[in-house]
C-alpha cells in the first residue's frame, strides 16, 4: 500500500494528476498493473469532489476499470480501532460554521455501522445527534476549529482520536473500496456516480431561495 499526502496551495486540477503520475513512477507501476480504482465521495470541498470524481471517471472510462466510490466520513471512521458499542463521529470543517458528520457505532467484529446519515451540523448540537451512553471517538478538520466546544459538551465520554489519525486517507478509501469490491464484486457505474453534497453549494441555495420567495429566474 502507497499514499502520497501533499500539502500545496495549488487547486486539485493542477495537482491531481502530477501526484498520481509521480506515486506511479516511484512504483514503477504501469496503468496495466492496476485492477481497481476508488475515489472518495464527499461530502468536502465542492470543487474538489468534482475534480476528484471527474479524474476518476476519465481513468476508469479510459482504461475499462472498475470504479468504486467511498463516502469520505466512512473512510475517515475507519481510522478508529475502538470496542463493541463505542461510537465514531468524524467531524470534518463544513464551513459557514458548520462541520459534516456522520454517526457510527462499533459491531461484535470490529466493523463500523453507520447509525445516523451524513449531514451538516453546528458543532454545539452534535452531542444531541448522538444517543448516550458509550464512547465516543472524535476525530477530524473539524476539531482543529471547535475542539473545546465538542468535547465539553460530551464531557467524559469524548475520546479525541490523535492528530495523525485524524486526516482522511488514500490508503482508508483504497482499502474500504477493494473490500467492497472482493465482498460483493460489486463497482459503481462511472456513468452515474455522483458526489455526496450533503449542503447545497452556494449557488444552489442562493436558486432555491430565489424559488421561494418568487423569484423569477
Known amino acids: ?50 475534480i476528484g470524481l471527474a479524474t476518476a471517471k476519465g481513468l476508469a472510462f479510459a482504461l475499462g476499470l ?21 461510537f465514531v463521529c468524524p467531524v470534518q470543517d463544513a464551513r459557514k460554521s458548520q462541520v459534516y458528520t456522520a454517526l457510527y457505532q462499533i ?17 454545539k448540537d452534535l452531542p444531541i445527534f448522538v444517543p448516550y451512553g458509550h464512547r465516543v ?18 464531557g467524559d465520554r469524548a475520546v479525541v482520536v490523535p492528530g495523525h489519525m485524524t486526516h482522511v486517507r488514500a490508503a482508508s478509501v483504497g482499502i474500504m473500496a477493494e473490500r467492497r469490491w472482493q465482498r460483493d464484486n460489486n463497482c459503481d457505474d462511472f456513468r452515474t456516480l455522483k458526489p455526496i453534497y450533503v449542503r447545497p453549494s452556494e449557488a444552489e441555495a442562493k436558486i432555491q431561495h430565489r424559488r421561494s420567495r418568487g423569484a423569477i429566474l
Request: charged share 20%; glycine share 10%.
Open 1 to 50: 500500500m502507497a499514499e502520497m499526502i501533499i500539502t500545496s496551495k495549488e487547486t486539485h486540477s493542477r495537482r491531481l494528476m502530477v501526484t498520481i503520475r509521480s506515486l506511479m513512477q516511484r512504483l514503477r507501476f504501469d496503468w496495466s498493473e492496476i485492477d481497481l480504482l476508488a475515489v472518495s465521495l464527499g461530502p468536502g470541498s465542492f470543487t474538489g469532489l468534482r
Open 66 to 86: 472498475p470504479l468504486v466510490g467511498v463516502p469520505t466520513l466512512d473512510a475517515l471512521a475507519s481510522n478508529v480501532i475502538g470496542c463493541k458499542g463505542d
Open 107 to 123: 459491531e461484535n467484529s470490529g466493523e463500523l455501522e453507520i447509525i445516523r446519515p451524513y449531514q451538516a451540523l453546528f458543532p
Open 137 to 154: 471517538f472524535l476525530l477530524g478538520s473539524g476539531l482543529l476549529l471547535y475542539q473545546d466546544m465538542i468535547v465539553s459538551g460530551f
